[in-house]
């Protein structure tokens, strides 16, 4: 079996490098995870996480894979106004570069910004904000890519009665 990432991987990777390059403000502050301890120094961040996939069969090979990707963005300030518009500044160029890069290096087949939240919380001296980015990110894989295997044994095994060890020789 060919030892290599899973797509998700892959994709989750490519967006981190898109964000890094296309995001100057945050260039060396896109973290690939969910939860990251952030200073006030290490603020404004991007933090970019896979929550989910939904999973359709094709045929007997082929899956289309439907991956929910957030980016969310992290700032704080003075007061809420201040905030806000910095983040709205910021989910613009992540859009921008998410249109500009819409394959994220050839990792998927179509991307798609299906909503936005926001959220602020006073810390004391500084309000700290976010917005969320959620993206609908379809990519194709064949079954082997999470069996392993051989494609033709995959499909082989598919069919009522077949017996791998009589119809494909080791």
């Given at each position: 079996?060919?030892?290599r990432?899973?797509?998700?991987k892959?994709i989750r990777q490519?967006?981190?490098?898109?964000?890094?390059?296309g995001v100057?403000?945050?260039?060396?502050?896109?973290?690939?995870q969910r939860?990251?301890?952030?200073?006030?120094?290490?603020l404004?961040?991007?933090?970019?996480y896979?929550?989910?996939?939904?999973?359709?069969?094709?045929?007997?090979?082929?899956?289309?894979?439907?991956?929910?990707?957030?980016i969310?963005?992290?700032?704080?300030?003075?007061?809420?106004?201040?905030?806000?518009?910095?983040?709205?500044?910021?989910?613009?160029s992540?859009?921008?570069t998410v249109?500009d890069n819409?394959?994220f290096?050839d990792t998927?087949?179509?991307?798609?910004?299906?909503?936005?939240?926001e959220?602020f919380?006073?810390q004391?001296?500084n309000?700290?904000?976010?917005?969320?980015?959620?993206?609908?990110?379809?990519?194709y894989?064949e079954?082997?890519?999470d069996?392993?295997?051989?494609?033709?044994?995959?499909?082989?095994?598919?069919?009522?009665?077949?017996?791998?060890?009589?119809?494909?020789?080791?």
């Amino acid at each position: 079996m060919v030892d290599r990432a899973h797509q998700r991987k892959l994709i989750r990777q490519a967006v981190v490098s898109v964000l890094k390059s296309g995001v100057p403000a945050v260039s060396n502050r896109v973290f690939p995870q969910r939860k990251i301890p952030l200073e006030e120094s290490k603020l404004p961040a991007i933090l970019v996480y896979t929550t989910s996939e939904n999973v359709e069969k094709l045929d007997n090979i082929n899956y289309k894979r439907t991956l929910k990707l957030s980016i969310e963005i992290i700032n704080d300030g003075d007061d809420e106004i201040t905030v806000a518009e910095s983040l709205d500044d910021l989910a613009q160029s992540v859009e921008l570069t998410v249109l500009d890069n819409e394959f994220f290096n050839d990792t998927i087949h179509m991307s798609i910004l299906t909503s936005s939240e926001e959220a602020f919380e006073d810390q004391g001296k500084n309000i700290v904000g976010a917005v969320r980015l959620q993206y609908d990110l379809i990519y194709y894989t064949e079954s082997v890519a999470d069996e392993g295997g051989n494609a033709l044994e995959s499909m082989a095994g598919n069919i009522a009665g077949y017996e791998s060890e009589n119809q494909f020789p080791q």
